[in-house]
């Protein structure tokens, strides 16, 4: 006999500091078509910014709001009051953007345990007002580190093509989450029709990737693998030889630095040669190798490898660490 099977209660948590946007979403998506509106919504605002959801706008959207004051009141027990009274098929989280994202997934667990009857089903989104983007990246870059680190979307909105820049954006995220889907608004047109512009020249017999551009080509390459399956690249980075690598290969990547000095790691992917004996460990090299994506055991699954044609030794680039903004 097979067991039916449970229903869903999905839950939006919207990130976001003051003013980026997050309000405004919400009452988009409450009144949108694509929403079931035969279902009931309950949001849960944990925090009061300038927009508000007016009773009129709720009872089209067949929402209500309830408002959670402190972060300590954030939990599921206050929650599993509110589902109570309100009984909702679907429930968005306005999230306090100064808030630790850490409560996320523990509110998850709680969940999961209060909704036993039905599959709880989570998207985490997080609001970017790019007017303010680059100042709260110089000022707070942690906290935004910590909200991409766990959003599914990042929301850019304000866009402009006079001052957004996109790949000063998503380098900062993708360094962090490269799974993260990035999704711009702009009130101009214009704006959409803006391309990446790359300081290398991917039509080139050889592509070659200056020390500076490092990062941006790292996010590139692992965000459109298709621009470089099979060609050849000219690039400097650092080699690791642990051990358990298949015969001939070694790691080439550099450090970077994602969010401030206590958050640094090496971003490195496989990179095969004839000998490597007499490279050290650690060592700058400059590397002239063919790219291809291909499943490798030690990724688990499919990612970028390099086959050098020639490996020389190289000097440390004038800033080891690689950023991204």
């Not at 036993?116 to 007002?129: C, Y």
């Not at 093509?161 to 993260?180: D, H, L, Q, Y």
Request: charged share 30%.
């Amino acid at each position: 006999m097979f067991g039916k099977k449970k229903q869903e209660m999905m839950v939006y948590v919207i990130m976001g500091f003051l003013e980026a946007g997050k309000t405004n979403l919400i009452r988009d998506l409450i009144v949108d078509d694509m929403f079931d509106d035969k279902i009931k919504t309950l949001i849960l605002a944990c925090e009061e910014g300038e927009m508000e959801y007016e009773q009129p706008m709720l009872d089209k959207g067949n929402a209500a709001v309830e408002y959670i004051e402190d972060e300590e009141s954030f939990s599921g027990k206050v929650i599993q009051k509110f589902l109570k009274k309100h009984h909702p098929d679907r429930i968005i989280i306005e999230y306090n953007g100064m808030w630790p994202t850490a409560h996320i997934p523990e509110l998850y667990d709680e969940l999961e345990e209060i909704c036993f009857d039905r599959e709880v089903i989570f998207q985490t989104i997080d609001v970017v007002n790019d007017e303010t983007f680059s100042l709260y990246m110089k000022n707070m870059p942690s906290m935004m580190v910590d909200h991409f680190r766990v959003a599914e979307m990042i929301i850019i909105n304000r866009c402009t093509v006079e001052k957004t820049n996109k790949n000063a954006i998503r380098g900062s995220i993708k360094a962090v989450n490269p799974r993260a889907q990035i999704v711009y608004e702009s009130a101009q047109d214009a704006f959409y029709e803006m391309q990446d512009e790359m300081p290398f020249d991917l039509n080139a017999d050889i592509v070659e990737i200056n020390e500076d551009d490092f990062g941006l080509w790292y996010i590139d390459m692992i965000d459109h693998p298709d621009r470089y399956q099979g060609k050849t690249l000219k690039v400097t980075g650092l080699i690791q030889k642990p051990k358990g690598l298949p015969k001939g290969f070694a790691i080439f990547g550099r450090f970077a630095m994602t969010c401030c000095a206590d958050d640094v790691q090496y971003m490195g992917f496989l990179c095969k040669a004839d000998d490597w004996a007499p490279f050290k460990n650690k060592q700058y090299v400059t590397v002239t190798a063919r790219l291809e994506y291909k499943f490798m055991k030690e990724y688990g699954e499919e990612g970028p490898v390099f086959y050098a044609e020639e490996v020389t030794p190289a000097d440390k680039p004038k800033e080891e660490l690689v950023y991204f903004n």
